[in-house]
């Protein structure tokens, strides 16, 4: 039996698992973290389904529009299933407003999201005249709090094991597993002294608003709103180089204010939490696999890290080709042992 260690429990972690498990259901899966939970930087994150090259420099756009298709694909389909409220997914409409026209006409996922269109100038200046172009679609938001736990009782359910402990160096692994796969992101620059990692911290406001029920985004603004169950999530920073996790009150303060010229339904809106959180950027997002001679030992390493902002909208799409590569990798390691 092959045995494949996962590395990092964030969203791109879980779903590589569940995949692995998919792809080579014989396997031994065991998912190795020194977080988990509530704990990790994906459990706060947003779950907007709007992929974008711009933040996923270095990788041709038809490779991430494959990615983005496949997650699309399985998002969609918790959507409409009878697990929606279980795994937290939803369709939901709304619109991005620009002074940009190339934000707008032809952006990534067009052809992926559903009943797309550029509004007319009419439209624009009736809906948000503070902006010169817009456009309406619906997508799917993906609410990590809900969907992580799903995942992890669908990996437990299925064989898989969990061991809490943070991994310094891949050394410690040959001879204990066949294959590592690696989703630690940001810990991949100590893990792999990768100098290609960046941290961009995140701070968001979660209001009660149950009056709005789109998503709306200002690009350009750096403002937004997305719908979840109990709150709306509204943002939001990008703050390149920056890794601390500190919410700052003048900095939600500002996200407030900013929110409110973008929709001004916000006002009055209670505000009922706040997270902070560091995301894992690396141009390009590293997704190959290597074989490794460590002390004599082989072991097989896949590398699926590195998503940023882009981490929910990717992460199925990345987790079906790591699971694959994981896969190339155990049927060699199955007929060496024949040899």
């Known amino acids: 039996m092959v045995r494949i260690a996962i590395l990092g429990a964030g969203i791109v972690g879980l779903t590589t698992a569940v995949n692995v498990q998919r792809e080579i259901p014989l396997a031994s899966v065991t998912i190795i973290a020194d977080k988990f939970g509530t704990d990790t930087t994906s459990s706060g994150s947003g779950g907007f ?3 974008t090259t711009t933040l996923v420099r270095g990788v041709q756009p038809e490779t991430v529009k494959e990615w983005a298709k496949d997650s699309w694909d399985y998002f969609f389909g918790l959507a409409m299933s009878s697990q929606s409220k279980e795994t937290g997914h939803s369709l939901v409409s709304g619109y991005i407003f620009s002074d940009e026209i190339t934000d707008v006409e032809a952006p990534l996922f067009k052809d992926i999201v559903l009943n797309f269109r550029v509004l ?4 624009q200046k009736r809906i948000n005249p ?3 172009y817009g456009c309406f679609f619906t997508t799917i938001v993906t609410q990590n709090k809900k969907f992580m736990p799903w995942l992890m009782t669908w990996f437990k359910k299925n064989g ?5 402990w943070k991994v310094n160096k891949l050394d410690e692994l040959a001879g204990r597993y066949d294959i590592v796969i690696n989703c630690t992101g940001l810990g991949s620059r100590q893990l792999l002294k990768d100098q290609a990692m960046y941290p961009a911290k995140g701070q968001l406001v979660l209001v009660k ?10 690009l350009g603004h750096n403002s937004y709103f997305i719908p979840h169950d109990d709150y709306i999530i509204v943002g939001g920073t990008r703050e390149k180089g920056v890794d601390d ?5 003048e900095v939600q303060d500002d996200i407030l204010k900013r929110a409110a010229k973008l929709l001004p339904q916000i006002k009055g809106a209670k505000v009922v939490g ?3 959180g560091v995301r894992p950027h690396r141009d390009p997002v590293r997704l190959e696999k ?3 001679v460590i002390n004599g030992k082989k072991l097989g390493v896949v590398h699926n890290y590195g998503h940023g902002a882009n981490g929910v909208s990717l992460s199925w799409g990345t987790a079906i080709r790591a699971a694959k590569m994981a896969k190339e990798i155990a049927e060699q390691v199955a007929q060496s042992a024949k040899l």
């Open 49 to 51: 389904f709007r992929p």
């Open 130 to 132: 503070n902006f010169k």
């Open 120 to 123: 007319s100038s009419e439209e």
């Open 290 to 292: 290597e074989i490794r």
């Open 209 to 218: 608003a149950p009056w709005i029920r789109m998503f709306v985004l200002g």
């Open 274 to 276: 706040s997270w902070s």
């Open 160 to 164: 898989g094991q969990i061991d809490m």
């Open 245 to 249: 996790q500190d919410v700052v009150q």
